[in-house]
DNA sequence: CCAGGGATCCCCT
DNA sequence: GGGGATCCCTGGC
């Protein structure tokens, strides 16, 4: 299977939302490796995320994979989740991870070895034609309570992979 | 040891 | 646009 991926969610240092924010855990480990290696955590019971950990060791940063457009293996991903139309198969954090069977077991997977069941290629003819289509967009993070501000969403606008927007927590 | 929260999704209105 | 599902992790006792 393979897949573009057209929104993205930045976790950093000194950010309360981050799950690396108040030090390392059993659970958040993978974000204090080495970068270049996926962080997968299961949230509210159901379903898997996947980030990819870009800082140096010890650095607890990642970016949250929310939303791909299939491209190879449509078939496979319709098998995964049953869902009325191909644009519901990728279009959340968790929606993606049933669709490309990403779990616990990814979980530090190296993201730049082409071996790996889970990795991530640069690709800068699919790039610039995507980016032809429409802008990268900077947003507010979707469905957190906290830093809930900062600018750290990324999606492209011409994309209708894109997940919905989220709802705003009122406070 | 256990209660509570969570970077979501889907179904209902 | 509101609520429940459902389990892992964390922190408090």
């Known amino acids: 299977m393979a897949a ?3 929104e993205t969610e930045a976790y950093i240092v000194d950010d309360p939302a981050c ?3 108040g030090g390392e855990s059993a659970r958040n480990r993978s974000m204090y490796g080495p970068p270049g290696h996926a962080y997968v955590y299961f949230i509210y019971g159901v379903y898997w995320c996947a980030n990819a950990v870009c800082r140096p060791k010890g650095v607890a940063e990642a970016v949250l994979i929310r939303a791909v457009e299939p491209v190879v293996g449509i078939d496979l991903m319709r098998k995964r989740r049953t869902v009325a139309h191909d644009k519901q198969l990728t279009n959340g954090p968790g ?3 049933t669709a490309l069977e990403i779990n616990r077991t990814l979980d530090g997977a190296d993201l730049c070895d082409t071996n790996s069941s889970l990795w991530i290629a ?3 003819e699919h ?3 995507l980016l032809s289509k429409g802008p990268m ?3 507010t993070r979707i469905g957190i309570t906290r830093a809930a501000h900062l600018p750290l969403r990324f999606y ?3 994309s209708p992979w894109v ?3 989220g709802k705003m927590k009122k406070h």
């Open 4 to 6: 573009v991926i057209v």
């Open 122 to 124: 640069h690709n800068p």
């Open 19 to 21: 799950h690396g924010y």
């Open 156 to 158: 492209l606008k011409g």
């Open 137 to 139: 967009i900077t947003t």
């Open 95 to 97: 929606k993606l991870c």
């Open 163 to 165: 997940s919905k927007q």
């Open 127 to 129: 790039k610039k034609l």
